[in-house]
């Protein structure tokens, strides 16, 4: 477990860190079990994911604490799985995984991020746009939220 005052810091996934980042989305995503939302098993295939496209971790002398799936379409950049262990909540990490993908992107020469929710979670909808995204659509049960860089 690790406290608030340890340094936190970002950096590339490596196929090493798959199994402590896959417990990480598994705890994260664990909170919404009794919501009953179908909600994909986000944390298979990665080992593969890791080696296709960038993943990021942010870790501490702990550990990883949370993780983040970037995808580069042709038209954009896509989040697509940001996750965060409930014992790390509240240290500023999703936020900073956030942003840290924000600067890839544009980096990267992307003009704009995107990425899809569950309608029924609307604090993250909330979060996403506190910092800054909009929703662009529905469709489903998917919220799509966009952030130009």
């Known amino acids: 477990m690790s406290t608030p005052d340890q340094k ?6 490596t196929d090493m860190d798959a199994a402590a980042l896959k417990a990480v ?6 909170r919404y079990d009794d919501r009953d939302l179908s909600l994909p098993a986000v944390e298979d295939g990665l080992r593969d994911i890791i080696a296709e496209t960038p993943v990021f971790v942010a870790e501490d002398s702990g ?3 949370g ?3 970037l995808r580069f379409n042709p038209d954009n950049a896509q989040i697509e799985n940001v996750a ?5 909540g ?7 995984l956030l942003a840290h993908a924000e600067g890839e992107a ?3 020469g992307f ?4 990425l899809a929710t569950h309608f029924a979670l609307p604090e993250n909808i909330a979060l996403y746009a506190h910092l800054g995204w909009q929703e662009t659509g529905r469709e489903g049960v998917k919220v799509y939220m966009s952030k130009p860089l």
């Open 8 to 13: 936190i810091t970002l950096r590339r996934a």
């Open 25 to 30: 989305i598994k705890a994260a995503y664990a």
């Open 63 to 65: 550990g990883i604490l």
């Open 67 to 69: 993780g983040l799936v």
């Open 84 to 88: 965060v262990s409930p014992l790390a």
């Open 90 to 96: 509240g240290r500023g990490i999703g936020k900073a």
């Open 106 to 108: 544009k980096s990267a």
């Open 111 to 114: 003009s704009e991020l995107v």
